[in-house]
């Protein structure tokens, strides 16, 4: 029996597969694609991973038995800033993880359950005093402070998601209330219990929101995937081992988030597992998950804009037997291009707590490099010191038949042809239902009385001598043709039908024409 996977692997029969099945049996015959650096990250996925150097050029490989894809990387102008492996199958070399350092490039490897395994960042010689600093900060009350600023922190972020994506003014108020709690707090414990408070509230808003799916994909999605739900699992009562896509995503994310955090630390020089805010357990890095805290909301925010903008396709997920949802690996892979995104989040976050700490435990009182965000140097040359990374956009499917598109379209030309002419179709239709109702039948005959009552009234004799049916003919309806519906409409006071066809050749009763005489420039009084 086989493992479980939480990013699952999609095989895609190609056609040149198909048609050359007959050739299956030739050993080096094999598909291959061509990977590159997307926003700076490169992810393999499958099996037989390969990450080696060959006369100088970082090699990857990786994918599913025949269908394979490969990167050849030269060492000036890669564009990689990070390379992200899912699974455990295949083979990284000692050369490329030089490679990777001298290029000042990271190597994050996450299993298939979305846990963090390893990271690898530059080796930079590191600062004892900030370490020892760094051990000393749950006596000398540091801890507490540090705690009460990140968590102060993410719950202005989850106030701002509720307020301006969820538009849920009652959670947003509840967390501002307890966000002026933190201050008052006088132990650590007192803090995690008002963020869990918090915490509660703030999913709480989230429970009834949709989740868009195309709707061909519609009748293969389970009932329990089109809403958020709870953020717990009912399978292990936590966050982990997600039920559905948006939880798997969020999962996902947060295991990108926990890599860059971590990172972000032991470029720092900090100890990644020596935290301040959550508690001391074996094989976890605690100071990574306190640096996730203040950047969680961004990641919240991320994916409800994703959520509120367009579908997920249903291609994207798997569920297993057992109730999970799984991410597929070209999906998944599409997520891990987010890293970079993440690691400018936490640079600042991380670079203030080294500070915090290396300050609080030295007499001299001086700032740290900033290796993360560079903003002293930024400062120097004048550049703003909290500049943005380009926005991440993620990919955009059809919203009828989940096919990639391009934005700002939301339907592939198929789509959207039929879906422009089952629209022509349906507006026809109530319009026809609409001209039948009782209430425009009324209007149509209180209508119907003026015309009939305002022919009446009116008499020949009335009409001047020189407008006659052949004088309307030949003098003012070939004039009629160069003016707009809009205005013949006006000038008698018809619909813009009827004022149509009378610019097209149909004559009107001859009350009209002195109105039309005088539309055209021809009034001879």
Request: hydrophobic share 40%; glycine share 6%.
């Amino acid at each position: 029996m086989t493992a479980t996977q939480t990013v699952a692997q999609q095989f895609r029969l190609r056609k040149s597969q198909e048609t050359n099945s007959n050739r299956a049996h030739l050993p080096q015959f094999k598909e291959t694609s061509t990977l590159k650096p997307r926003h700076g990250v490169i992810t393999l996925s499958g099996y037989g991973i390969a990450v080696r150097v060959d006369r100088g050029h970082l090699m990857l490989e990786d994918g599913i038995g025949a269908d394979r894809s490969q990167c050849r990387l030269p060492r000036v102008n890669h564009g990689l800033r990070r390379l992200v492996v899912i699974g455990s199958d295949g083979m990284v070399s000692l050369a490329a993880l030089r490679w990777l350092a001298d290029q000042d490039a990271s190597f994050v490897m996450l299993d298939r359950d979305g846990s963090v395994l390893v990271t690898t960042v530059p080796v930079r010689s590191s600062n004892p005093k900030l370490r020892r600093a760094q051990a000393m900060a749950m006596q000398n009350g540091v801890a507490l402070r540090i705690s009460r600023e990140l968590i102060d922190r993410k719950l202005a972020g989850q106030e701002k998601v509720a307020i301006e994506k969820l538009k849920d003014e009652s959670a947003a108020s509840t967390i501002r209330q307890l966000r002026a709690e933190i201050a008052e707090t006088e132990s650590l414990d007192a803090v995690r219990l008002v963020e869990s408070k918090a915490a509660k509230i703030y999913w709480s808003a989230w429970r009834t929101l949709s989740i868009m799916f195309p709707r061909k994909e519609l009748s293969s999605v389970p009932e329990h995937w089109r809403t958020f739900g709870l953020r717990v699992s009912s399978l292990t009562g936590s966050p982990r081992s997600a039920t559905n896509p948006v939880n798997a995503i969020l999962n996902y994310l947060y295991a990108m988030l926990e890599a860059e955090s971590r990172l972000a630390a032991a470029t720092l020089g900090l100890d990644p597992g020596l935290g301040v805010l959550h508690a001391d357990i074996a094989y976890r890095d605690n100071l990574a998950c306190d640096l996730m805290e203040p950047i969680r909301p961004q990641v919240d925010g991320f994916v409800l804009d994703w959520l509120l903008r367009e579908p997920l396709s249903r291609s994207f997920f798997f569920e297993q037997r057992d109730g999970k949802c799984r991410l597929m690996a070209p999906f998944a892979s599409m997520l891990s291009q987010t890293a970079l995104k993440w690691a400018h989040g936490v640079a600042p976050v991380a670079e203030w707590l080294a500070q915090e700490v290396f300050i609080n435990g030295n007499s001299r009182r001086h700032n740290l490099p900033a290796r993360l965000t560079q903003k002293y140097r930024r400062e120097v040359n004048g550049a703003d010191p909290h500049s943005r990374m380009p926005v991440f956009k993620t990919d955009t499917v059809c919203h009828n038949c989940g096919n990639e598109i391009e934005r700002p379209r939301i339907y592939c030309d198929p789509c959207a042809k039929k879906m422009s002419a089952e629209r022509i179709t349906e507006a026809a239709r109530l319009g026809r239902m609409t001209t039948l109702r009782p209430e425009a039948q009324v209007k149509r005959a209180a209508t119907q009385r003026i015309n009939t009552q305002a022919r009446w009234d009116w008499k020949p004799s009335d009409q001047p001598s020189w407008l006659t049916n052949d004088f309307y003919s030949t003098r003012i309806h070939p004039v009629l043709a160069s003016l707009t519906i809009s205005s013949i409409a006006k000038c008698l006071d018809v619909s813009y039908g009827y004022a149509d066809q009378v610019r097209k050749g149909r004559i009107p009763h001859p009350r009209r024409w002195l109105a039309l005489a005088e539309l055209a420039g021809m009034n001879r009084k």
